[in-house]
């Protein structure tokens, strides 16, 4: 502190030097003080607002969708503020300092967006289609332009070039590169940052906000926070969202208009008016009021008991300002509250940068407050207050309206809502959201994973294939086979025809390594030794229940994510445990007395030509089989229906409730084969511990897979039904009361095919490698 003489400062006041010099502010008051300390908490709110955007940029390798041609706007918003500022001698220098902050990040997201979206993402997509044909000969030409050509088109990859059989494999298939929304698609209209949400007179804050971005039209949600928008995969969600999105959409364009409408009139009657009366520049001073930037001005006015002094730039004078620097006070307010609407309708809120966002508004507002509430000060700074003071409003306003939003779509906004109900859409889409910011944080452009898959020519094998083809990381590089080997996968199974994929090899001719991770579909002990030659970096998901770590997938999910080997549960097993496990291990039901009365697809068998599986010797009819032969794989072996023969099944069942009870459980156990392709339903009987009820066991079931994506407990009394999970991962179970007191009954159904098997696979196979567990998995049933 020093006493009054500084140069501009009032001598009979004791300013802050260091104020003086760095600032060229005169600050001589404890009020003055505490405007200060609001302006430069306010820069600091921004500051801290704007970098992890910045960062998070630079991490990500990416800018997210941001526009260009937005971001141009707030280019203009940042000349009118920081020029605005510059001229107006009744801004602060927070205001100035906080204005060039603005432009500063807005020059630095301008570079990034430039060279992520338009430089980095186009040579990485090279690469990755480089990467992907490096398998076997290297892709015709015209295969690769058709690749890029597609993937410009429909923001994924599809194409890839297949050679004949007797060449070596092309393997671009499927290739999952993630691009952006293409240019000019709505989202691509809005920039994602916290400026644009929380902005206010300066623009630029870092991105706590997330695009709405359909899976379908572009794979990855761009996001860089902690909440995301409304983003589905699910048909009735999305339409839900959309709807509401319409209207909100509207209304906001209403509002923008409003916003630019009034800025451009307080514009007008500005330069109408024709002088700033703020700035007594024409008339004898009256007031003497400490504000603006005073060495710039030197305008002397005295009231009461604030004294203030204004000063006016030297070089331009007093007179040659005018009234221009409220003028471009006024449309740096309309081009950031204009453009800031539709980004809050798009947008979510993160709650941290929410906050610093508002602490930096509601600061910026008061260091100009406090400093004097005098009109010939506030006058000038209009544009600023209003500007900042309005997007607290908005910011407020649309906190609420987002949140109230999410409950009633069944999105969920913040983290409370995480675990919403798990009857239909909310959990789902919650889930896809959470996939969406995984596939973000691995950055799917660069981190293809290369599958292999043995036993492609297979039910299962081919099953894997199938889901893989909307895997947004997960492309096939090699498929194997025994009596098929060498024979395209179209021609075994003319569905996938549109599959680009390689020739099938037989195992021994497999080149793994071009592979990451491995499915292996291969018969019940044929694998072993396959899968101990395999080099040891590789992941493998086997199919045929080997040793490994036990991979159903709901109740092993920790042991699964940091495996190497996943045994995959059969499909017996996996809609067994499913209702079981949970149920014994809350002591709800007795280990005694379990009877299993289970029914399969034909696809259960495998595909390999057995008399057993004829038309004519399933059709019309219904088979059980392994009756009594369940506790010992070996006594499968004499039976008749031994390519029926659920070989593991019991001893994988009883061994999973034995180990979820520590003590020994021994089930009856009827496998049964029926006339259907694919589909599985156990109905299972078992004894209440006394005093619980079946609303006991279904209130337990529900709350343990209330978070689930895939198991599903049903409304009391609506039966579960194989027709209604078939082509689907779904798990359906429900609970109902037997006849004989103390006793229920549950049902559970699955497609054993996907749940059953390949599902659940690729599920685990996607913990393994980091992806989200539901890539590639959220395709609804098939019905009828
Ligand atoms: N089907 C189902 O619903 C379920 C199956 N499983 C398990 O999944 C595994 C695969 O079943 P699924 O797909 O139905 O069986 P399939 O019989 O349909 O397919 C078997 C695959 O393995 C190949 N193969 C057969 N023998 C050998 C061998 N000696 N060496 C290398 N490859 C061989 C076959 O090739 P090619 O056709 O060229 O001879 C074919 O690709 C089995 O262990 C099964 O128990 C688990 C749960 C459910
Ligand atoms: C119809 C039919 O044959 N189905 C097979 C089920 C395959 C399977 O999943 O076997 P696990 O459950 O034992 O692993 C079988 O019974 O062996």
Redesign the pocket.
């Known amino acids: 502190m020093v006493s009054g003489g500084m140069a501009d400062c009032p001598v009979e006041k004791e300013c802050l030097e260091w104020v003086h010099r760095y600032l060229k502010d005169c600050i001589c008051s404890f009020r003055d003080e505490i405007s200060l300390g609001l302006g430069l908490l306010s820069v600091l709110s921004w500051g801290i607002a704007e970098v992890p955007q910045i960062i998070t940029n630079f991490r990500e390798k990416s800018t997210e969708g941001v526009s260009l041609a937005f971001l141009m706007t707030w280019v203009v918003g940042d000349i009118f503020n920081l020029t605005g500022c510059y001229l107006e001698p009744a801004t602060l220098p927070t205001q100035f300092i906080m204005a060039l902050l603005y432009t500063f990040t807005t020059i630095i997201l301008v570079l990034q967006t430039i060279y992520y979206d338009y430089i980095y993402t186009r040579r990485n997509s090279d690469e990755g289609y480089e990467k992907i044909a490096s398998v076997g000969e290297k892709p015709k030409t015209a295969d690769v332009d058709t690749v890029k050509k597609h993937s410009e088109q429909d923001n994924k990859t599809h194409e890839g070039g297949s050679s004949p059989s007797s060449s070596p494999p092309t393997t671009i298939i499927n290739v999952p590169i993630t691009r952006r929304a293409s240019r000019g698609s709505e989202s691509d209209v809005y920039y994602m940052s916290a400026r644009s949400l929380a902005s206010s007179h300066a623009p630029g804050i870092g991105s706590y906000m997330v695009g709405s971005r359909d899976r379908e039209s572009g794979g990855s949600s761009g996001n860089h926070s902690f909440l995301r928008t409304t983003v589905s995969s699910s048909p009735q969600h999305s339409s839900v969202s959309r709807s509401s999105a319409t209207q909100a959409g509207s209304l906001l364009r209403t509002a923008a208009s409003s916003v630019l409408l009034v800025g451009s009139v307080a514009m007008t009657s500005t330069v109408l008016s024709g002088a700033i009366p703020s700035t007594p520049h024409n008339g004898p001073a009256k007031y003497f009021v400490f504000t603006g930037r005073r060495l710039l001005q030197q305008i002397s006015v005295s009231h009461g008991r604030y004294s203030t002094h204004f000063p006016r730039r030297s070089f331009l004078g007093e007179e040659a300002v005018g009234p221009w620097g409220e003028i471009f006070g006024w449309c740096m307010a309309a081009i950031y509250m204009g453009g800031r609407l539709p980004q809050i309708h798009l947008n979510g809120l993160n709650p941290l940068m929410f906050v610093f966002a508002l602490v930096g508004n509601a600061t910026y507002v008061g260091s100009i407050l406090v400093r004097s509430i005098l009109w010939v000060t506030i006058k000038p700074n209009l544009p600023w207050l209003v500007d900042a003071a309005v997007c607290v409003l908005l910011d407020l306003f649309m906190w609420g309206g987002i949140n109230r939003a999410r409950y009633v779509s069944g999105v969920n906004a913040s983290p409370r809502c995480a675990s919403t109900t798990k009857q239909g859409v909310p959990l789902q889409v919650a889930s896809a959201l959470k996939d969406l910011q995984v596939v973000q944080d691995r950055k799917v452009k660069s981190e293809l994973v290369r599958i292999g898959v ?10 894997i294939v199938r889901l893989l083809a909307t895997h947004p990381a997960f492309a096939v590089t090699v498929m ?6 060498g ?1 395209s996968l179209a021609s ?1 199974f003319p569905h996938l025809i549109t599959q680009d994929l390689p020739n ?1 090899v ?2 021994k001719d497999a080149d793994f390594s071009e592979v990451d991770a491995i499915f ?5 002990g ?2 072993q030794e ?1 899968i101990a030659s395999l080099p040891r970096s590789l992941k493998v998901v086997d ?3 080997e040793e490994a770590v036990y991979g159903l997938t709901e109740l092993h999910r920790d042991e699964v994510r940091s495996a190497r080997l996943v045994a ?4 017996y097993p ?1 809609t067994i445990q499913l209702p079981l496990v949970p149920l014994l291990q809350a002591g709800l039901i007795s280990k005694d007395g379990i009877i299993i009365d289970a029914k ?2 034909v ?6 030509a057995k008399e057993a599986n004829l038309y004519t010797e399933i059709a019309e009819g219904m088979k059980s089989y392994g009756i009594t032969n369940h506790r010992h794989v070996a006594s499968f072996t004499s039976f008749p229906l031994l390519i029926l023969a659920p ?1 593991c099944a019991v001893p994988e069942i009883e061994q999973g409730l034995t180990q979820a009870v520590g003590s020994q459980v021994t089930i009856s156990f009827t496998p049964h084969l029926i006339p259907m392709s ?1 589909g ?1 339903q156990s109905t299972i009987y078992m004894q209440m511990v006394n005093g619980v009820t079946v609303d006991d066991l279904r209130a337990h079931l529900k709350s343990k897979f209330e978070d689930e994506e895939f198991v599903v407990v049903l409304p009391k009394g609506v039966v579960p039904c194989t027709a209604h999970v078939r082509g689907s991962n779904y798990c359906l179970l429900n609970v109902f009361e037997d006849r004989i007191p103390g006793r229920a009954i549950v049902v559970s159904v699955i497609d ?2 996907v749940k ?2 390949s599902g659940q696979a690729l599920q685990n196979m996607n913990l393994m490698m980091g992806w989200p567990e539901t890539s590639g998995l959220l395709q609804q049933p098939m019905f009828p």
């Open positions: 043995l036993g492609a020519s297979g039910y299962t094998g081919s099953e194997t086979a025994d009596r098929k080997a024979q075994v099938m037989a195992v292996c579909c291969l018969p019940h044929t694998t396959i199919l045929s229940a995959n549960p059969g499909c996996t399969s697809g696809s259960g068998a495998g595909r390999s070989h694919r599985m054993n095919l059953g098997a």
